[in-house]
Every structure is written in C-alpha cells, then in structure tokens.
T-cell receptor
Framework: AQKITQTQPGMFVQEKEAVTLDCTYD???????LFWYKQPSSGEMIFLIYQGSYDQQNATEGRYSLNFQKARKSANLVISASQLGDSAMYFC?????????????FGTGTRLTIIP | DAGVIQSPRHEVTEMGQEVTLRCKPI?????LFWYRQTMMRGLELLIY????????DSGMPEDRFSAKMPNASFSTLKIQPSEPRDSAVYFCASSWGGRYYGYTFGSGTRLTVV
C-alpha cells in the first residue's frame, strides 16, 4: 500500500486564488512528521512546511498552511493568494519515528500551474 | 552554512563509462540520503547512511551502483558501468535524525548517459 497518496497529478489555478493540494498518508506509527516540498522548473527541492503528528494546531508558514486532519490521515497544503511563482511540482512526504527507518517517504507529486 | 553541495551539476558520459557523483552534507547532520528522480519513477530512495554507516541500500538498482561515506563530510555515488537507463537527476540530502526533521536537498546532478 502506498504510504503517501497525492491524487491530483496536475492542477490549474487562476492567479490570486487559493489552492488546496491533497495528501493522504498511511501509517500505524503514532509519532510521525509530515512535510511539503516545492520543486520549481529549475529542479531544486525546497522545504515548505512541517506538521508533527502530536501538534495540536495546523502549521502555517506565510502563505502556506497545512490542513491536518489526523483521524482522516490527511495533510493538505493550502496556498493562499496564489502567485505565478507558485507554479511548480509539490511533494508531500512523511517521516516515521521508527528507529532504523528514518527515511522520508514521498508522494508522486502534484504539478501546479498558476494562470495569469 | 552553504547547504548540501553536490558535484557535478551536469554530467554527460558515454555508455560503459564510470560515473562518480559527489556530495557534501550539512555539517552536524547525521543522516545522508541519495535519491534518483525520473519522469517515469518519480523520486526513488537509493541508499541512506547514519553516522557514515549504510543503513538501507535496498533501493540501489543493481550491482553497478555503489555508494560510500568515508567521513561525515563526504559521500560518493558511483555507477560502473553506466547505461542510458541511468539517465536521471540524482539528489543528495542530509538531515538530523527524528520525525521532526525534513531533509535539506542538494541542487542535484543531472546525469545523461549516451
């Protein structure tokens, strides 16, 4: 079974609109971290935001927020007031706390295109 | 800190040649990861190290691939002999251990095998 599922291969959004990128995850570990990365066309992987499984509040970083619904195992990224520079590939990832299993598991990504 | 440094940024080589990719992690990070990214397969974890010791190499495609981390500040990924299907972007990333920490990625090496 996929540990991280991103069901939207591609999205087109009008500039200045808010956008939600979906991510669901699967783990039996009560302790884990969820991450979102942005990969623009230049290719680098840029960390955007982090949410811990025990965090009581949704994470926010500027225009980015994470809609964390633990019971649904959902960690959607919300970008408010989208900009042309937000056009990129977005990856959701999870890191479990199992000793000896420290790797990040990535989803397949969502390609976001912002339309002027 | 200069971040994770990878070299070279681009490599074009002929099939059958040996290719060596290099990575300098962020000082103090105790985990180092090598990933490969292609359009078809997305991001694949090849191998990762903890305190310079290889922990999981189950993602290494075959014996042609090998990775070393002789010290805390340097790692190599070697392909010998290279094949056209090895063409991809190879990322190195480093981090502290624990669920709180994401990776810091290098800029990647774009490998083309002709």
């Amino acid at each position: 079974a996929q540990k991280i599922t991103q069901t939207q291969p591609g999205m087109f959004v009008q500039e200045k609109e808010a956008v939600t990128l979906d991510c669901t995850y699967d783990t039996s570990d009560p302790s884990y971290g969820l991450f979102w990365y942005k990969q623009p066309s230049s290719g680098e992987m840029i960390f955007l935001i982090y949410q811990g499984s025990y965090d009581q509040q949704n994470a926010t970083e500027g225009r980015y927020s994470l809609n964390f619904q633990k019971a649904r195992k959902s960690a959607n990224l919300v970008i408010s007031a989208s900009q042309l520079g937000d056009s990129a590939m977005y990856f959701c990832a999870m890191r479990e706390a199992n000793f000896g299993n420290e790797k990040l598991t990535f989803g397949t990504g969502t390609r976001l295109t912002i339309i002027p | 800190d200069a971040g994770v440094i990878q070299s070279p940024r681009h490599e074009v080589t002929e099939m059958g040649q040996e290719v060596t990719l290099r990575c300098k992690p962020i000082s103090g990070h105790d985990y180092l990861f090598w990933y490969r990214q292609t359009m078809m397969r997305g991001l694949e974890l090849l191998i990762y190290f903890n305190n310079n010791v290889p922990i999981d190499d189950s993602g290494m495609p075959e014996d042609r691939f090998s990775a070393k981390m002789p010290n805390a500040s340097f790692s190599t990924l070697k392909i010998q002999p290279s094949e056209p299907r090895d063409s991809a972007v190879y990322f190195c990333a480093s981090s502290w251990g624990g669920r709180y920490y994401g990776y810091t990625f290098g800029s990647g090496t774009r490998l083309t095998v002709v």
